[in-house]
């Protein structure tokens, strides 16, 4: 929502040679499509496999296994807890 991390991200990605879309939560299912995969940060990954984050990462996690597409969580290790 408020693209805390994301144009940084984008960069980095683009910098290690790797094509960026950015598409923001709302157009996610209008170009999912024409994409081979997705890749959110989020807030917490817990034991279980869950994903704690923001607005938007449930709807893409919805579209991606409609789609079959892969759908990847990219976050930092002091972002995995054991409860939530």
């Known amino acids: 929502p408020d693209r805390v ?4 991200q984008a960069r980095g990605l683009m910098d290690a040679g790797i094509p960026v879309t950015f598409v923001t939560d709302a157009g996610v299912a209008a170009v999912m499509e024409r ?3 997705a890749i959110v940060g989020a807030e917490a ?3 279980s496999g ?3 984050n923001r ?3 449930f709807q893409i996690g919805i579209i991606c296994a409609a789609l079959k597409k892969p759908l990847y969580v990219a976050v930092e290790s ?3 807890a054991r409860l939530y």
């Open 50 to 52: 869950g994903v704690v």
């Open 55 to 57: 607005t938007g990462t």
């Open 78 to 80: 002091y972002k995995f």
């Open 35 to 37: 994409v081979d995969m």
């Open 45 to 47: 990954v817990v034991e």
């Open 5 to 8: 991390g994301v144009v940084e």
